[in-house]
């Protein structure tokens, strides 16, 4: 993930499409595995039904402004103007003076500690909230390890991708249940925590209890961009099927003048082919018989295609050589003409490259189906990032905590929002035509990646200072959304048995070997006779159990 | 050894009593190595455990006798990837291996000392490079967007990539290891050499023995017990290979080519929580390691040399 | 069965060796052929540029300005526009500032640590008959082959309080037994005579230690001084698992940060990058070259005593 991106009004929006984009990454891990074993019973599983509406906290939506460009399908609003005045939605003070230890990842530029934006932002919670940021990259290594000592947090974010392994068992043992706090209608002391749809505040329920703090993602949260402006310097028209896209890579891949096509485009590969997401809406319906993603003739498709960009050469070797964390850099200095990338950093680009090239035009391909026809997108999971409180808080310092929270949460158009976003006006950004710019301080310190995670408002797309990004963008989303379709186990927190935990790892792996040209598409074959013998049908059974017992998602 | 301090009349007490400072020195490392190394290594007892690291902890997680074990030795996986560490180790041991010594000779005849002194000093200066920076060198000299590729693109002759190479994957770690570390291997040899009586080169020469006989007969002989031992300590190791390294590279050709031992423990543990399987696999690589060791050093011991340790 | 890492005797100097410091010819050897000189140079010269040619290539990359590289599309050849921008931003004060000074502190207080504890150790395990050294030598060579697993390590280290101390990257590696075989070795070989005399005459062990056998063992002080001080150098790990606070980064840890992810440190450096007025590519070869300048500068005093110090290691960084 690049950091540097300028942060802006959503920033926070930046995070929720990199957390899918890296969970894409992250690729097969089986993300909803959690040691079952004999000791312990009970935390594997899926909660629905009437004990799921029981812990749920109430939908409460306050709107405090209206968008310019409204959501259709489910896409994200757009902002194309910073409200004047802004709203309050907290009144008063909501910390009581306490001190509360944070653990959080970051991609970014770790700030420094002490700045004026923690101060300030600290100083209108009434509260201190004191951040070690950790390295996101080898955060799940880190988690995984805090976890199992005695030193934790108390407030923990844990992204969804890295939820793998006893990720989750851990959740379950170590973290306070939230329900006393806002099932039902206890949520509406905290107004802005209401305001989070009911989809994401599901998808935090850990073990039959509420645990998590959600971040509520976008329906759509990956994209194909490509370079606006060196596309129509080359004259070229963009592709509307799987077999334009090879011969546009043809056509325009010059790897004598260090330019290829493209970058690794697999995550929008598979949607273009229809394919089904991760754990554990990897499964989908045949009549009454569950399906899984490696058994349908999408998957043998979706990588016979990205077989054929290899063999074309139309990759970036880089790329080819697993190098993610510079697919940016690759797309930003010419190397490549499309890549693949969580939509948030469509912004994050725009801003970093509108001083040292304004040329710079990068734009969002509409997906199509491999065959030229209507998409098939299966939506991502409603919340892909979630926060953690330390089960051994007292009941007050946890109620003290949800009250912070409730601030940080506040959504676009309040003051609360404009200060954890933006920081001080004066000292972070100055406002000018209404139009909020950071400056250089603003940009090093004013960090809501730190404060976002613990909880932030639903999805919207509103930058002032970009609206041609905020139209582009939510055009986008707009058109992309009717497309959109839920996939069977949608919005539910599956704790897989830990004995199914390796299973799909290989897969991960394979697909790789795969599309880099290490294996040929026919191995799957024999990949998933492996899978079967070795717990996937046992896995299957499990699956059809959870249905007929909790329902499906959808 | 005992007989003779019986025939002096020392007792055990005495030689305590005796020997209680040097004990004391010996007291600080001794207090490490069992805190950090020995503590933790009662953590391997969850190899026979159904571990929970979150929950139950080591002490409340169910006993599940030899079953990880069973699981690992039943596991292809298991077996591939303790085939590709062996092959990586002896394409490192036979490749790499020699430079060292053939460098050290080389720069053992170099008789301007000013010289030896600079190249020694060059060689060696990769070795204070990180595996990172090694690594991200070679991907933008040898990778199929790196230097060495488009300069022969614009000659018109085909890119390549032996970055993603699996078949390759051995020789790049090999090359790599050979940049990082060759120069800084010679250290040893070339002191070794120094040791050398120069009076058995003298009298050889007076025999007649020309350059090459002369290497043959009394400078190999002179290296052949540093030879060995490091060629034992490095059996002994054999599992040990580069861990950073090869995990910087593992994604770039797959886990074909590149998974090895230590890599599939950090994965299977770290990454997939499965701890009590990665555990038992440590606990193969221990014990697999000693054997080496032993064997190694008793082949060693039959070549008439020392090796690692002796019997007295 | 006594660990001994090779022969001691082999340790001590022969009286006549053929260190000829001026470098003439003995007198036996015969002339060189002009073929055999010709190829010993070329070889010589071959194998500098194989090590010197990437650093070169990492040295002009980091002093290029943003259009030189932008042009030669990734790493820099032969020179074009020479700035020293890369250094400036990483210099300004910031983490990279702070993270050279841990790193420094990091090292020169954890190699004095760890060369106390191994020169105690070793010289404590030097008597050849002493009371339990064999014992004591299998519990330190067990622990070459057999480690502990990260988590029960990890348990020890963070329960002990350790977590987020400066101590959590010096502690748990302290001392290499490798690095305390090659001492003992070299302290058997040292003045064996000297030693035991000096035992007949009443000295006490810690007098030997300090006026007999450190001064005649300076150069393999030397050299496992520096194997320890590259290891504190270079060390990540410990400080990935063990350190939250960013404050107490070593400057490995900033420097795979930027390497890997091109995440930007704090300071002026995070903005000029992103603003696109440097080269993210010149600030990664910029701390290569950073952090490689302490340990190349340090070595050269070091590389003298390699002759006699290191007689038996050197397999270990």
């Known amino acids: 993930m690049t950091p540097n991106s300028p942060s802006t009004p959503s920033r926070r929006s930046f995070l929720a499409s990199t957390a899918v984009a890296a969970a894409a990454v992250a690729g097969g891990f089986p993300l909803l595995a959690a040691c079952g074993g004999p000791a312990q019973g009970g935390k594997e599983g899926a909660t629905g039904g009437k004990a799921l509406k029981a812990i749920l906290p109430k939908y409460v939506p306050t709107n405090l402004s209206d968008p310019d460009i409204p959501g259709v399908n489910g896409s994200s609003a757009g902002y194309t103007k910073l409200p004047d005045p802004l709203a309050t939605s907290v009144k008063g003070t909501p910390g009581k003076g306490g001190t509360f230890k944070a653990m959080t990842p970051i991609w970014g530029t770790v700030p420094k500690k002490d700045n004026a934006y923690y101060t300030a932002v600290n100083k209108a919670l009434g509260a201190t909230v004191r951040f070690d940021p950790q390295d996101g990259n080898t955060y799940q290594e880190k988690i995984g390890a805090v976890l199992a000592g005695s030193d934790i947090a108390d407030i923990v974010t844990i992204p969804g991708w890295n939820m793998q392994g006893q990720i989750r068992n851990a959740v379950v043992s170590k973290f306070a249940d939230l329900g006393p706090y806002l099932s039902g209608d206890k949520v509406e002391k905290y107004p802005?925590?209401?305001?989070?749809?009911?989809?994401?505040?599901?998808?935090?329920?850990?073990?039959?209890?509420?645990?998590?703090?959600?971040?509520?993602?976008?329906?759509?949260?990956?994209?194909?961009?490509?370079?606006?402006?060196?596309?129509?310097?080359?004259?070229?028209?963009?592709?509307?099927?799987?077999?334009?896209?090879?011969?546009?890579?043809?056509?325009?891949?010059?790897?004598?003048?260090?330019?290829?096509?493209?970058?690794?485009?697999?995550?929008?590969?598979?949607?273009?082919?229809?394919?089904?997401?991760?754990?554990?809406?990897?499964?989908?319906?045949?009549?009454?018989?569950?399906?899984?993603?490696?058994?349908?003739?999408?998957?043998?498709?979706?990588?016979?295609?990205?077989?054929?960009?290899?063999?074309?050469?139309?990759?970036?070797?880089?790329?080819?050589?697993?190098?993610?964390?510079?697919?940016?850099?690759?797309?930003?200095?010419?190397?490549?003409?499309?890549?693949?990338?969580?939509?948030?950093?469509?912004?994050?680009?725009?801003?970093?490259?509108?001083?040292?090239?304004?040329?710079?035009?990068?734009?969002?391909?509409?997906?199509?189906?491999?065959?030229?026809?209507?998409?098939?997108?299966?939506?991502?999971?409603?919340?892909?990032?979630?926060?953690?409180?330390?089960?051994?808080?007292?009941?007050?310092?946890?109620?003290?905590?949800?009250?912070?929270?409730?601030?940080?949460?506040?959504?676009?158009?309040?003051?609360?929002?404009?200060?954890?976003?933006?920081?001080?006006?004066?000292?972070?950004?100055?406002?000018?035509?209404?139009?909020?710019?950071?400056?250089?301080?603003?940009?090093?310190?004013?960090?809501?990646?730190?404060?976002?995670?613990?909880?932030?408002?639903?999805?919207?797309?509103?930058?002032?200072?970009?609206?041609?990004?905020?139209?582009?963008?939510?055009?986008?989303?707009?058109?992309?959304?009717?497309?959109?379709?839920?996939?069977?186990?949608?919005?539910?927190?599956?704790?897989?048995?830990?004995?199914?935990?390796?299973?799909?790892?290989?897969?991960?792996?394979?697909?790789?070997?795969?599309?880099?040209?290490?294996?040929?598409?026919?191995?799957?074959?024999?990949?998933?006779?492996?899978?079967?013998k070795s717990g996937g049908d046992e896995l299957r059974k499990w699956y059809a159990d959870i249905l007929e017992k909790q329902g499906s998602g959808r | 050894m005992k007989d003779l301090e019986l025939a002096r009349g020392i007792t055990r007490r005495q030689r305590f009593l005796r020997d209680r400072t040097l004990l004391l020195m010996t007291l600080p490392a001794v207090v490490l190595l069992l805190v950090f190394n020995y503590v933790p290594l009662l953590g391997n007892v969850v190899a026979f455990q159904e571990y929970d690291p979150y929950g139950a902890g080591i002490t409340g997680s169910p006993f599940v006798g030899t079953y990880n074990f069973e699981r690992l030795f039943l596991d292809n996986r298991f077996w591939e990837v303790l085939v590709n560490t062996l092959v990586i180790f002896f394409t490192q041991l036979v490749l790499f291996f020699p430079l060292p010594i053939a460098l050290a000779l080389l720069l053992n005849s170099v008789l301007n000392d000013r010289v030896r002194a600079w190249v020694q000093g060059i060689i060696y200066l990769p070795h204070f490079f990180s595996w990172v920076l090694v690594v991200t060198v070679f991907q933008q000299m040898l990778g199929g967007a790196g230097l060495i590729a488009q300069q022969l693109r614009e000659r018109g002759i085909g890119g390549f990539d032996l970055m993603t190479d699996p078949g390759f994957f051995k020789f790049l770690l090999t090359a790599q290891s050979v940049w990082k570390d060759a120069g800084w291997g010679v250290i040893v040899f070339l002191a070794a050499l120094a040791a050398v009586n120069s009076e058995l080169y003298e009298a050889a020469a007076v025999d007649g023995a020309g350059r090459w006989r002369r290497m043959w007969h009394v400078t190999l002989p002179a290296l052949r017990p540093v030879i060995a031992l490091l060629l034992v300590l490095r059996v002994g190791s054999a599992l040990n290979l580069d861990f950073e390294q090869i995990l910087l590279q593992r994604d770039q050709v797959g886990p074909g080519a590149a998974e090895v031992l230590d890599t599939y423990i950090w994965w299977t543990g770290v990454r997939t929580g499965d701890f009590g399987y990665a555990t038992a696999a440590g606990i193969f690589k221990g014990v697999f390691s000693v054997l080496m060791v032993l064997l190694a050093n008793k082949v060693a011991h039959m070549l008439g040399e020392q090796g690692v340790y002796s019997k007295r | 069965m006594t660990a001994v890492l090779m022969d001691p005797q082999g340790v001590r100097e022969t009286p006549l060796q053929r260190i000829d410091r001026t470098g003439r010819r003995p007198v036996w050897e015969e002339e060189p052929t002009r073929i055999g000189q010709g190829l010993k140079g070329?070889?010589?010269?071959?194998?500098?540029?194989?090590?010197?040619?990437?650093?070169?290539?990492?040295?002009?990359?980091?002093?290029?300005?943003?259009?030189?590289?932008?042009?030669?599309?990734?790493?820099?050849?032969?020179?074009?526009?020479?700035?020293?921008?890369?250094?400036?931003?990483?210099?300004?004060?910031?983490?990279?500032?702070?993270?050279?000074?841990?790193?420094?502190?990091?090292?020169?207080?954890?190699?004095?640590?760890?060369?106390?504890?191994?020169?105690?150790?070793?010289?404590?395990?030097?008597?050849?008959?002493?009371?339990?050294?064999?014992?004591?030598?299998?519990?330190?060579?067990?622990?070459?082959?057999?480690?502990?697993?990260?988590?029960?390590?990890?348990?020890?280290?963070?329960?002990?309080?350790?977590?987020?101390?400066?101590?959590?990257?010096?502690?748990?590696?302290?001392?290499?037994?490798?690095?305390?075989?090659?001492?003992?070795?070299?302290?058997?070989?040292t003045a064996p005579e000297l030693i035991e005399s000096a035992r007949i005459d009443g000295a006490g062990e810690w007098r030997i230690l300090l006026t007999i056998v450190m001064p005649l063992s300076r150069a393999v002080v030397a050299v496992i001084s520096l194997f320890y001080a590259v290891g504190y150098w270079s060390q990540w790990f410990n400080a990935m698992l063990y350190i939250q606070d960013s404050d107490k980064y070593p400057l490995q840890m900033i420097l795979r940060q930027l390497v890997l992810q091109h995440q930007v440190p704090p300071g002026a450096m995070g903005q000029a990058v992103s603003s696109g007025a440097l080269s993210s590519l010149a600030v990664q070869m910029a701390v290569m070259i950073l952090a490689l300048i302490p340990v190349a500068v340090m070595s050269p005093f070091v590389q003298k005593h390699f002759r006699k110090g290191m007689l038996i290691g050197a397999v270990k960084g």
Request: net charge neutral; proline share 6%.
């Open chain 3, 42 to 189: 070329v070889s010589l010269v071959a194998i500098c540029l194989v090590v010197l040619g990437p650093l070169w290539v990492v040295l002009v990359t980091s002093l290029s300005d943003k259009k030189t590289i932008t042009e030669a599309g990734g790493l820099v050849v032969w020179p074009g526009t020479i700035t020293f921008e890369a250094y400036e931003a990483l210099l300004s004060g910031g983490a990279v500032t702070r993270a050279a000074l841990v790193s420094v502190g990091l090292t020169v207080v954890g190699t004095l640590f760890s060369m106390a504890v191994s020169v105690l150790c070793a010289y404590g395990l030097s008597r050849g008959n002493s009371f339990g050294h064999r014992p004591l030598l299998m519990l330190l060579m067990v622990t070459m082959f057999f480690g502990a697993g990260l988590i029960p390590t990890y348990l020890l280290v963070t329960g002990i309080g350790l977590q987020d101390s400066y101590w959590s990257m010096i502690l748990p590696s302290a001392i290499s037994v490798f690095n305390i075989l090659v001492l003992r070795a070299f302290f058997m070989g």
């Open chain 1, 192 to 532: 802005n925590l209401a305001n989070i749809p009911t989809g994401a505040w599901q998808m935090s329920v850990f073990g039959g209890k509420l645990r998590g703090l959600p971040m509520p993602s976008p329906v759509i949260g990956n994209a194909i961009f490509y370079r606006k402006d060196l596309l129509d310097g080359l004259g070229a028209t963009l592709p509307t099927s799987a077999d334009e896209l090879l011969a546009f890579g043809r056509e325009y891949t010059d790897a004598r003048r260090k330019r290829w096509a493209f970058d690794d485009l697999w995550v929008c590969i598979q949607k273009m082919f229809g394919l089904l997401p991760d754990a554990p809406h990897y499964w989908q319906l045949d009549g009454d018989k569950l399906v899984h993603k490696i058994e349908t003739a999408e998957y043998r498709e979706a990588l016979a295609f990205a077989r054929k960009l290899h063999d074309a050469r139309v990759v970036h070797p880089d790329a080819e050589a697993n190098k993610d964390a510079d697919a940016k850099i690759r797309f930003t200095g010419g190397g490549t003409l499309m890549y693949n990338d969580g939509t948030g950093s469509w912004h994050g680009l725009a801003s970093e490259q509108a001083k040292a090239n304004p040329e710079f035009d990068m734009r969002a391909l509409d997906l199509f189906s491999a065959d030229g026809g209507k998409p098939v997108l299966y939506q991502d999971p409603p919340a892909g990032v979630f926060s953690f409180i330390n089960k051994d808080l007292p009941k007050e310092r946890i109620e003290e905590l949800l009250a912070l929270v409730d601030y940080i949460a506040a959504p676009y158009g309040t003051k609360e929002f404009q200060l954890i976003n933006f920081g001080v006006e004066g000292t972070h950004y100055t406002t000018k035509d209404g139009v909020p710019v950071r400056t250089d301080r603003g940009i090093q310190e004013a960090q809501p990646a730190t404060y976002l995670f613990f909880a932030s408002p639903p999805h919207v797309i509103a930058y002032p200072d970009f609206p041609e990004v905020v139209k582009e963008y939510a055009g986008w989303m707009a058109r992309q959304a009717p497309h959109v379709r839920k996939p069977l186990f949608f919005g539910m927190q599956i704790v897989e048995p830990q004995r199914y935990a390796s299973l799909y790892t290989p897969f991960d792996d394979l697909q790789k070997d795969i599309r880099r040209g290490r294996k040929k598409v026919s191995d799957i074959e024999e990949a998933v006779n492996t899978w079967k």
